[in-house]
């Protein structure tokens, strides 16, 4: 199983930027997938998460900006980011839980990370 996550760049503080993360390889079902950042000096931290439903949680600062959203015929999770700020400035790392086989346990996979720059 390999994520391919795309999307990141530079922009200015007020701007927008989409993320994308492709999941690919022979997977039976994919579970949550989610979005971290890891700002340079500091923890990864989630940004926000969807589940197979369709339920959304974001994190509190970036509530009312970014959207999380899912394509499972396409195995793809996106994040929409508008009104971004300097402070969002990170690296973006794609996470997705997802089985191999019907018995499977769920596993966790990481994308490779997409540099976001927002400057001021």
């Known amino acids: 199983v390999q994520l391919q996550a795309s999307g990141g760049g530079l922009v200015q503080a007020g701007g927008s930027l989409k993320l994308s993360c492709t999941a690919s390889?022979?997977?039976?079902?994919?579970?949550?997938m989610a979005w971290y950042r890891q700002a340079p000096g500091k923890q990864r931290e989630l940004v926000a998460v969807?589940?197979?439903?369709?339920?959304?949680d974001y994190s509190d600062s970036v509530k009312g900006r970014f959207t999380i959203s899912r394509d499972n015929a396409k195995k793809t999770v996106y994040l929409q980011m508008n009104s971004l700020l300097p402070e969002d400035t990170a690296v973006y790392y794609c996470?997705?839980?997802?089985?191999?086989?019907?018995?499977?346990?769920?596993?966790?996979?990481w994308g490779q990370g997409t540099q976001v720059t927002v400057s001021s």
């Open positions: 390889g022979l997977i039976f079902n994919i579970n949550a």
């Open positions: 969807i589940s197979s439903g369709g339920n959304m």
């Open positions: 996470n997705v839980k997802l089985r191999l086989w019907a018995v499977d346990s769920e596993r966790t996979y």
